[in-house]
């Protein structure tokens, strides 16, 4: 049975290998399917198809999209779209735009805070990463000995209403599920019920995402615990919503989220695979299932 795993982030985001390197890496851990998934950016795509057929394995392209409903931020995976499309592509050039100014604007407040913020000390950190955002900023707070790790500078400083956060642009959900049909992708959103999204992702409300173009759901995830997913995977079963699991993997920023710790069932990529071909994508996933 292949071992999948549908949710991973190079450098090109805010993980710490190539998009090759990633790839390689998921070929070394077994994995025989891995997605491509960096925040809001489909630019390690072409670098990770190449690596795919050096090492043998499936790759599906994919993006983590940054949105917004009902007040709480939450990630939509979004699977196999066609990249040129500018219903989507607009979209994602405003998120990180968004990002882009609001990296500096958290500078400053910490410089406000007294602590040696320059933009010079984050580009020495976030070295080849070409989308820059709060991890970056944690681990500049990191490298200047102010925190010891990344989850300490978000507690600290970076978290929502925290000293150094600044909002900033983010996608509506209910659009960029529009915006995903228009460029026949397939949208699961990430980690559901992690990070403050839990109390608006009620199952009324999937549903009604559901009726909105959504395709499923990421259960298998290390913010869920085993009651989470038990009530996830009821939910998704009674709304026909596809079950993922994934690793979530940012290389060494991110601790515990090992290549392959989570994975998906091949039925339920089957079901991704035949939505994407449906809908006439013309991203196809590189190589085959073994
Ligand atoms: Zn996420
Ligand atoms: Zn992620």
Known sequence: MPTIDLHTHSLVSDGTASPRDLVHAAAGAGLDVIALTDHDTTAGWAEAAASAEEAGIALVRGIEVSTRFRGAGVHLLVYLPDASEPALGDELAR?????????????????????????????????GNQVTGRPHVADLLVHLGVVAHRDEAFARYLSDGGPAFVDR????????????????????????????SAAVLDEPALGLLREAGLAGVEV????????????????AGRLDLVVTGASDHHGTGKTGHDLACETTAPDQLDRILRRAADLGSPTALVGAVR
Do not use: C, K, N
């Open 95 to 127: 998120i990180v735009a968004g990002r882009e100014d609001r990296v500096p604007a958290m500078l400053a407040r910490l410089r406000e805070l007294g602590i040696p913020a320059t933009e010079d000390a984050l580009a020495a950190v976030s070295g």
């Open 169 to 196: 642009y983010s996608a509506d959900l209910l659009d960029m599920l529009a915006r995903v049909e228009e460029a026949r992708g397939v949208a699961v959103i990430a980690h559901p019920w992690g990070r403050g």
């Open 220 to 235: 298998d995830h290390l913010d869920h615990d085993a009651a989470q997913r038990a009530e996830l995977r009821a939910i």
